[in-house]
């Protein structure tokens, strides 16, 4: 064989090695955008879920402050009721001025009275 030959003939073997590898590497590469692209769609697929979670929590969270709004206005006005009854009693005389104890007495005696009278004497 003459040197050309040989020349060409590892020229063209070396080709092939470094085809080989491209090839390789290329289909290794291929597989890695694969992966990443089925990854990217399986956190896409999950976020579009929790987004549609979130917008149905939203929604239920809304429909539940709607709801509560009458009882929410139904405790607001019996708190005023019972700030107005306490500012009454905070405002009241003593029942026996100058004894705190004689006062506190009549005042217990006086609220068993009304309690009584309230549950019909039970």
Same mark, same amino acid.
């Given at each position: 064989?003459?040197? *050309?030959t040989i020349a060409i003939g590892?020229?063209?073997?070396?080709?092939?090695?470094?085809?080989?590898?491209?090839?390789?590497?290329?289909?290794?590469?291929?597989?890695?955008?694969?992966?990443?692209?089925?990854?990217?769609?399986?956190?896409?697929?999950?976020?579009?879920?929790?987004?549609?979670?979130?917008?149905?929590?939203?929604?239920?969270?809304?429909?539940?402050?709607?709801?509560?709004?009458?009882? *929410?206005e139904a405790a607001r006005a019996?708190?005023?009721?019972?700030?107005?009854?306490?500012?009454?009693? *905070?405002?009241?005389?003593?029942?026996?001025?100058?004894?705190?104890?004689?006062?506190?007495?009549?005042?217990?005696?006086?609220?068993?009275?009304?309690?009584?009278e309230a549950n019909h004497g039970?």
């Amino acid at each position: 064989m003459n040197s *050309i030959t040989i020349a060409i003939g590892v020229l063209l073997a070396t080709s092939m090695a470094g085809n080989a590898y491209l090839y390789s590497a290329l289909g290794d590469a291929r597989d890695r955008a694969t992966r990443a692209d089925t990854g990217r769609a399986t956190a896409v697929a999950a976020a579009q879920t929790c987004s549609n979670y979130v917008g149905k929590l939203s929604d239920a969270a809304k429909q539940r402050a709607e709801a509560a709004k009458p009882l *929410i206005e139904a405790a607001r006005a019996k708190a005023d009721l019972a700030n107005i009854a306490a500012d009454a009693e *905070i405002q009241r005389a003593p029942a026996v001025p100058g004894d705190a104890c004689a006062s506190a007495e009549a005042e217990n005696r006086e609220w068993l009275q009304k309690r009584r009278e309230a549950n019909h004497g039970r």
